[in-house]
């Protein structure tokens, strides 16, 4: 199987257009494991055209037979009326759950990074108020200043997993990463228990 154009429809809205390629590619793209490199090159295109910082997720085959599609702004937070168009517009598939941003994860997963491993359970916070929003340290074993960036880049992957793409931001104010030497460390919890007491804050 191979991807399907649509021709132009005059007068049609990005995402209008966007959805009408879904629908032709439907089947194709609900089996994208056969061909993901070119089906993932086409699907990123016609998701630019509506708008560039525009990402997507897959989620896996449920047991009802249906996939989930997260259309995501990839943590840029002056696409996400983008994102809420395009799921707004999106049609009533039966094989399919259309999802707004990147969803929280459970259980977290351990991530690697330029050369990097780091566990979720390594994984510490403490909170703070930041104004009407709500400042993270975050404590990742192993962290040290020569690779600070790449264990910065892993942290903030971990804190999107936790608390999802939307909350990250639109509540999280500012956001650090420390090691557990840090002043701060004491009374530090694991990351996985961030999510409740993120709601509980708020």
């Keep these: 199987m191979s991807i399907l154009s649509v ?11 966007f959805w009408k390629w ?9 089996d994208f494991e056969e061909d993901r490199e070119s089906i993932f090159d086409a699907l990123g295109t016609e998701m630019r055209k509506v708008n560039q910082d525009l990402t997507f997720e897959f989620g896996p085959i449920t047991g009802d037979g249906k996939r989930e599609f997260v259309i995501s702004a990839g943590g840029i937070k002056t696409a996400f009326p983008s994102v809420e168009s395009l799921a707004t517009s999106a049609p009533d598939l039966e094989k399919w759950i259309f999802i707004k941003y990147r969803q929280r994860r459970d259980p977290l997963n351990d991530l690697e990074f330029g050369g990097i491993s780091v566990a979720a359970s390594d994984v510490h916070f403490q909170m703070f108020k930041d104004g009407e929003k709500v400042g993270i340290v975050s404590f990742l074993k192993g962290q040290n200043d020569a690779q600070s960036d790449t264990y910065a880049n892993i942290g903030y992957l971990m804190l999107d ?3 999802g793409e939307f909350d990250m931001e639109t509540k999280v104010g500012f956001i650090e990463f420390h090691n ?10 694991l990351l996985s228990e961030l999510p409740e007491a993120f709601d509980n804050y708020f």
């Excluded at 879904?22 to 609900?30: S, Y």
């Excluded at 557990?180 to 919890?189: I, K, L, P, Q, T």
């Design 180 to 189: 557990r030497e840090s002043e701060y460390f004491e009374g530090a919890r």
């Design 22 to 30: 879904f629908q032709k590619n439907e089947v194709v793209l609900f």
């Design 7 to 17: 021709s132009n429809v005059f007068g049609a809205t990005p995402e209008t257009k």
């Design 161 to 163: 997993e936790a608390l």
